[in-house]
């Protein structure tokens, strides 16, 4: 039997990807500063931090196979420090851990809102460039580009290491709300809704995980495959959800550079005053207005990834949001 060790298993991805491994027949363990909301029966959960190597390097003993997916997905932090420490230098630990241990096959498990079209590329190719980390929109993305830079240099140094890029994952189940989920029900509440339009590739969740078992059975060293969905723009998924929800909201498009500065603002107040996550951050508003759409095409032909339709996970997540009374 396979023996899997899944950093942040706890979270939303992880959940979904832990009960597919274990259906799959994988010996699951977990490693989470999080426990589990409903623990996956035969699963071992360790509590603690990916920054802590030694207690790193002990969930590893007898690890086949890692899926490293742990890290600060918000775009905001009252330390804006610990998304370098964890998302970055986390990394780092655990890669070279299961080097040490001469893990057989290692996922790191990126994010689309690092991967941007260079100026000079006038048609997407279905390949994205990581541009400097002085190029990044702020402090998350600068995070995540320098881990999967980390990650790519292990790859190239030998290790059996491949990168899974998620889109905007959504679907039942996202306990603690992460940035997709939690724009979703922003837009659920309220007669008058201001947003940016911008083109958003969104995708089942349960087709992420889906998309990170096969990239790691099925991937080539080094390569970054895209587990997206369908790009359309948030104009249209504004529409779904009021057919879906039977909430009719008036949707007033709001220009970028508002947008920037009223998301400025909200952080400034969330920094200094509140210290609760704001609505918005400018950091999530710069990688709006970069956004492209993004192909899946490379994972659909070398791995066989076949993501469903966006509507039936946004119809999912919609009847979560409004069924779990903390959340609606």
């Not at 630990?93 to 994010?111: M, P």
């Not at 007669?191 to 087709?207: A, E, H, P, T």
């Not at 008036?250 to 005053?273: Q, T, W």
Request: charged letters at 20%; aromatic letters at 6%.
């Amino acid at each position: 039997m396979t023996k899997t060790l899944i950093t942040g298993g706890t979270g939303f991805i992880g959940q979904h990807l832990v009960s597919a491994l274990v259906a799959g027949g994988r010996e699951v363990r977990v490693l989470d500063r999080r426990a589990p909301i409903c623990a996956t029966p035969g699963v071992e959960y360790v509590s603690g931090s990916v920054l802590d190597a030694g207690l790193v390097g002990e969930t590893l003993r007898d690890a086949d196979e890692v899926y490293h997916l742990a890290g600060l997905p918000g775009m905001w932090m009252p330390n804006k420090g610990d998304f370098h420490a964890v998302n970055f230098q986390g990394t780092e630990v655990v890669i070279a851990a299961a080097r040490k241990r001469g893990v057989a096959r290692f996922l790191h498990c990126s994010t689309e809102s690092i991967l941007f079209r260079p100026a000079s590329m006038q048609q997407d190719s279905g390949e994205r460039s990581l541009l400097p980390p002085e190029q990044m929109p702020g402090v998350y993305t600068r995070s995540k580009m320098l881990a999967e830079q980390s990650a790519a240099q292990a790859a190239a140094d030998g290790f059996p290491l491949v990168i899974g890029t998620p889109t905007m994952p959504i679907g039942p189940h996202d306990h603690n709300l992460t940035p997709p989920t939690a724009m979703l029900r922003q837009f659920l509440h309220g007669r008058v809704q201001m947003y940016l339009d911008f083109i958003v590739n969104m995708v089942d969740v349960r087709d992420v995980a889906t998309g990170l078992i096969l990239t790691m059975e099925r991937g080539q060293t080094g390569q970054r495959y895209i587990l997206g969905g369908e790009s359309v723009s948030l104009k249209k998924i504004l529409q779904l959800m009021a057919d879906i929800s039977g909430r009719r909201t008036l949707a007033v498009p709001v220009p970028g550079r508002i947008a920037e500065a009223a998301a400025g603002m909200l952080e400034f107040v969330a920094d200094h005053i509140t210290h609760k996550p704001p609505s918005g951050t400018a950091e999530g508003v710069r990688i709006a207005l970069r956004a492209t759409e993004l192909s899946v095409k490379k994972a659909q032909d070398e791995l066989g990834y076949a993501p469903r339709p966006i509507e039936p996970a946004l119809r999912d997540t919609i009847t979560y949001l409004l069924r779990e009374p903390k959340l609606a």
